[in-house]
C-alpha cells in the first residue's frame, strides 16, 4: 500500500534541492505569510517610491534626463504591478494590499521617507538607493518561491540600469561646476546613512533572519548584505571624487573590508514608526491618489458590466 | 543630425515657426501627462499616462532638433525647451490647461489626439523628407494615444453617473480650445502653399467627424457654445503657462552653463 | 544703511547666518501669506493676511540688508532672497509648510508668532543696536501678529464640531515643525556668549506658557507625539521650499542683471 | 393747512442742486435699484480684480515690488469693503450681492476676464487699467449719492497712487534691456483694446446713460471719457517710448482731440456674455474661496455666540 507524501517533507526536500515551489505546490503557512508580508511591502516600495523622483519630472534639467526619468520612475510602477501579481499567486488581493498599505499596516521601505531636495538627488537615489535594493535583489532571484524569484529577475535587470544612470548624473555633476559638485556632495551627505539603514537591522536584532534563510527567501543576513554594499560603494565614491559623511570609514585591512561608522538606530525606528521626515507626506499623497481615482475605478467597473451584457444580447 | 533643405527667407522663417509649434504642444503636454506620475487612479493607467508623456516629449525632441537646425543659429533642443519664455512659446492653449481630475485629462487627450493623428497622418506626405519621418514615426505612436482617450473617453461618459457628468463638464470647460487647432493662420498658409503642410480645413473635418463619433459612443454632448479662445499659436497663453515654464525650466535658469 | 559694528570673524560668520535665519523665515512666511491673497474664506481676513505678509516682508529686508552690510560682500537685500537656491536657505521648516485649510495657516501662524514674540522682545535688548531697533520695530507688529492668530485658533478651536477637527488635525501635523524653533545650535550659542542673542531655552518656556494657555482657551489637545523634525536652519528642508523658491525666484533668474 | 411735501420732487430739488442723497433720505426706486447694481458691480470689480494682480504677487522680481503689488491688491479688498457697505446702506445684503456674484446674475468689469501673462501686466494694469478707472471714478466723487460719494473720494486718492507705481514699473521696463522693453510692449498690446472696453458701449448703445446723468450719478458719457483717455494716454505712451497698437490712431487738429480705430465690439459682447479669456478662471476662483471658506465664517459665527452667552451668565 503506496504512503501517502508527507507535504511539509516534500516542501522542504524541494527547497533543499534548491527547486522552486510554485503557486499550486503546498507550502506552510507561516512561508506564505512570510512571502506575502514580504512581496508585498516591496510591491509598496516600488510604488511609494515613485513620489521623491517623482518630485524633480517636471524640474529635470534636459529633456533627455527628464525622458530618462520618467521611464525609470515607469519602471518602478511596473515592478509595483509584477510583485502585486506574484504576492496575488499566494492569494492576497490587490486591493487588501493596498487598503494595508494605507491603514498604515504594511510597511515599505523607509528610505522613501526622506525628502528629494535636489536634482542631485536623482542620482544619488540611483547610485545608492538603486545600488543597495540590488544587493538585497540579486540573491532574491534565487528564491525559493518561483514567481517571485522570476519577478526578481526582470526587476534586478532594470533595476541595475536604473543605477548605472544613477551613477551618470553624480558623475556629470561631480565634473560640472562648483555649485554642481556641491550638489552632488550635499546628496551624499543626506542619503548615505539612510542608505545603510535601508538593509535593515543589525543581525542580532533581526529575529526573522534564521527562519527566512532556512526557507532560502533570504541567503544573506542583514549585515552581510550591509558590509558588501560599502565595500562595493566606497570606491565608486572615491572615482567621483566625493567623500562619504563618516570620519571613521577605513580600509581594514585584516578583515578585508571596510570599517565604517555606528549607525544611528533611533533614526531608524523613529522611520519605521512614521517618523520620518515625509511618512505622513508619502502615505497621504498615496490616498490621495487612491481616493480620488474612485470613481474612475467604479466607472470602468459599470462600463465594462454594461458592454458584457451588451455583448450578450 | 538632419539633412536639412534650404528654403526661401520667408517659408524658412514660417518653417521655424511652425516646428515650433509642433514641438512646444509636445512638450507641455507631455509635462502635463509627467504630472500624473505616481499619482494616477489605477496603476495601469498611471504607466498608460506616462507611456503618452514620453512618446510626447520624445516627439517634441525631434522637432525641436529639426527646428534648431532649419534656423541655424546654433541651438540645441535643450535651449529651445528650456531658455525660452512663455510669449516665445507656440503650443495651443489646450494642452497647457490644468489636469483638473482623471476625466478632464482624458478629454484635453482625446481632443488633442484627435487633431494630431490626422495632422501627423497628412505632415507623413510633406513634401519635406525630414517632417514626413518624424511624423511618420510620431503617428505609430499617436495612433495608440487616440485609442487609449478614446476608449477612456467612453467608458467614462458612457459608465456611471458622475463618470458621465464629469467628463461632460470637462468637454464644456475644454470645448473653446479647440478651435484654434484647426483654424489656420498665416504660418499654416505659407506653409500649406509651399507643399510641407496640409490644409487645416481638411483636419478640420476630419477631426470632427472623429470627435462627433466618439462622443456619440459615449453617451455626451457636444457642447453647441461657438465663441473660441485663440493665441496659443502666436505666443499669448493662458496664465497657466507661466507656472508650467518656472517650475520646467528652474534649473536651466538658476545654474547657467552646465552640462547635466 | 546701518552704522554696524565690527565682530571677529567666527562671531560675524555666525552673525550673518542668525540674521538670514530671521530674514528667510519671514520673507518664506510671508510669501506663503501672500498665497492666499484673493482667495481668503472672508473678505476681512483676507485683508488681514495680507497685512501679516506685508509686516513680514518689510522685516525681512530689514535683514537682509543688515546681513548684507554686515557681511561685506556688497550684496543686496533681492540678491540674498532671489540669488540662493534652497540649501542656502536657512528658514525654520515650519513656515515653509503648505498653506492646507485656513486652520492650517492659522494654527502654523500661531506657533510661530508665539516664538517669534518671545523672540524678538529678547533681540529688542541684544548688545547689537542694529538687531535692538529691527527687533523692537519688528515686534510691534509681531504683538498684532500674536493677538490675531491667538484669536482665531480660539474661535475655530472652540468654535464647530468641524473647525476643532480642522484645527486639531493641523496642529497634530505641524507640532513636529516646533521642535527647532527653540532649540539651540552652535551659532546660537556662539552668539548667545557674544551677548547678541537670546538663550533659547528661555524662550523655550516662554513659548511653552503661552502655547499651552491658548490652546487651552481654545480646547485643543497639546500633541504628545515627541520626536522633532529639524535641519531648516542648517539649509536641509522640506520638498516644499523647492517650489516656493523656484516660483518666487523665475524672474530673477530668467532675467539675470536686470533692473525692476 | 401745511401741505406734506412731495417727497419726489424734493428729491429732484436736492438732485438738481447738488445736495448728496442720504441712506434715511426718500428716494425713487429705480435710483436705489440702480445704485445697488452700479455700487456691487463696482465692488465685485474690485474684488475680482484682485486675482489677476494676485497672480503675480508669489513672482514679483524684487523684495520692493513685491511688498508694493501685495499692498496695492490689499487696497482693492479694501475698496470692495467700502462699495459694499455703500450698498448695504441701500438695503441690500452683503451676502445676497456675493451669492448675485457667483451665480453669474451681477457683473464685474470685463476687463479682469483678460489673463496677466507677464510681469509687464503689473505696469500695464496699473497705468492703463487703474487709469481708465480714475477716469470714470473721479466724476463718481460728486455723485448725487453721498456715502458712494465719500466711498469714491476714498477710493480715488489710492487709484491715482495706483496708477503711478503702474507707470513706474513701464517706465523701469522701458528703460532696461531689450527683453524688457519688449515685455512692456507685448503688455501694451494685449491691454490697450480691452481698456478701451472699459468705458462701456458706445453712447447711442447704452440706453441707462441719459437716466443716470439725470440722476447725477454719471456726470460724463461713455464716448467722452474714453476720449479724455485716449487723449491722456497717448503722450505717456510716447514719453516710454512705446507704440500704441492702432495704426488708425492719430492727433485731430481741427477736433483737438486723438481721434482712434474701430473697437472690436464683437469681443466685448463676448467677454460680457462670459466668453472671455478667463471669465470661468475667476469666477470659479471666488466661488471656490467662498465655497472652502464655508466652515471658517460659521465657526465665527457660532464661536461669537457662545461668547455672548458665556458673558450674559
Known amino acids: 500500500m503506496m504512503q501517502t507524501p508527507d507535504p511539509q517533507l516534500q516542501f522542504d526536500l524541494k527547497v533543499a ?76 488581493s490587490r486591493e487588501q494590499m493596498i487598503a494595508d498599505l494605507h491603514s498604515g499596516k504594511a510597511k515599505y521601505s523607509s528610505i522613501f521617507n526622506y525628502p528629494t531636495l535636489s536634482w542631485a ?123 562619504i559623511p563618516d570620519p571613521d570609514l577605513k580600509w581594514n585591512e585584516a578583515r578585508g573590508h571596510y570599517d565604517f561608522g555606528a549607525i544611528n538606530w533611533d533614526e531608524f525606528w523613529e522611520v519605521v514608526k512614521g517618523n520620518g521626515p515625509c511618512n505622513r507626506q508619502r502615505l497621504e499623497a498615496r490616498q490621495k491618489a487612491h481616493a480620488e481615482g474612485e470613481w474612475v475605478r467604479e466607472a470602468a467597473l459599470v462600463y465594462a458590466k454594461k458592454r458584457e451584457m451588451r455583448d450578450e444580447r | 543630425m538632419f539633412d536639412t533643405k534650404t528654403y526661401s527667407s520667408e517659408v524658412n522663417q514660417a518653417l521655424c515657426d511652425y516646428l515650433l509649434r509642433l514641438a512646444d504642444s509636445s512638450l507641455i503636454l507631455g509635462h502635463r501627462l509627467s504630472e500624473w506620475c505616481g499619482h494616477g487612479p489605477i496603476l495601469e493607467q498611471d504607466i498608460a499616462m506616462s507611456n503618452l508623456a514620453l512618446d510626447l516629449i520624445g516627439q517634441a525632441r525631434n522637432w525641436y532638433q529639426l527646428a534648431a537646425q532649419q534656423a541655424g543659429l546654433g541651438q540645441t533642443e535643450d535651449d529651445l525647451a528650456y531658455l525660452r519664455d512663455a510669449p516665445q512659446y507656440r503650443n495651443v492653449l489646450l494642452v497647457e490647461q490644468p489636469n483638473g481630475d482623471f476625466g478632464q485629462t482624458v478629454v484635453r487627450q482625446f481632443l488633442f489626439d484627435a487633431y494630431h493623428y490626422y495632422l501627423l ?62 483654424k489656420p493662420d498665416q504660418t499654416d498658409e505659407i506653409l500649406h502653399a509651399a507643399g510641407l503642410v496640409p490644409d487645416l480645413r481638411k483636419i478640420q473635418a476630419d477631426w470632427q467627424n472623429r470627435v462627433q463619433s466618439v462622443l456619440n459612443e459615449a453617451t455626451l454632448q457636444i457642447p453647441t457654445r461657438a465663441w473660441m479662445q485663440k493665441g496659443g499659436k502666436e505666443g499669448i497663453h493662458t496664465e497657466h503657462l507661466g507656472y508650467i515654464l518656472t517650475e520646467m525650466q528652474f534649473l536651466q535658469r538658476a545654474y547657467p552653463h552646465c552640462e547635466w
Open chain 1, 121 to 243: 538627488d536623482m542620482g544619488a537615489i540611483g547610485w545608492l538607493v538603486d545600488g543597495a535594493a540590488i544587493m538585497n535583489q540579486v540573491p532574491l532571484c534565487r528564491t525559493s518561491y518561483g514567481p517571485y524569484a522570476r519577478a526578481m529577475v526582470r526587476i534586478c535587470k532594470e533595476e541595475s540600469f536604473h543605477q548605472r544612470q544613477g551613477y551618470e548624473i553624480m558623475m556629470t555633476l561631480a565634473n560640472g561646476l562648483k555649485e554642481q559638485k556641491d550638489m552632488a556632495q550635499d546628496a551624499l551627505n543626506r542619503w548615505w546613512w539612510p542608505v545603510l539603514m535601508m538593509f535593515g537591522p543589525k543581525d542580532d536584532e533581526s529575529p526573522n533572519t534564521a527562519q527566512s534563510m532556512q526557507w532560502k527567501i533570504k541567503r544573506f543576513t542583514n549585515d552581510e548584505l550591509r558590509q558588501k554594499f560599502v565595500d562595493a560603494t566606497v570606491p565608486q565614491a572615491e572615482y567621483l571624487g566625493l567623500t
Open chain 2, 121 to 182: 497622418q497628412e505632415l507623413g506626405q510633406s513634401a519635406d523628407e525630414n517632417i514626413a519621418a518624424i511624423a511618420q514615426k510620431s503617428l505609430k505612436e499617436v495612433t495608440y494615444h487616440l485609442k487609449w482617450s478614446s476608449e477612456w473617453v467612453i467608458r467614462l461618459g458612457d459608465g456611471t453617473e458622475e463618470s458621465q457628468r464629469r467628463v461632460q463638464t470637462a468637454l464644456n470647460n475644454l470645448w473653446e480650445f479647440t478651435g484654434e487647432l484647426t
Open chain 1, 17 to 92: 534541492d534548491e527547486q522552486r515551489i510554485e503557486p499550486k505546490d503546498w507550502m506552510p503557512e507561516p512561508y506564505r505569510r512570510t512571502l506575502i508580508r514580504q512581496i508585498s511591502q516591496h510591491a509598496h516600495s516600488e510604488i511609494v517610491g515613485m513620489l521623491p523622483e517623482g518630485n524633480w519630472i517636471t524640474r529635470a534639467p534636459s529633456l533627455r534626463r527628464k525622458a530618462v526619468l520618467l521611464a525609470k520612475v515607469q519602471d518602478e510602477a511596473g515592478h509595483g504591478l509584477y510583485l502585486y501579481s506574484a504576492a496575488e499567486t499566494l492569494g492576497a
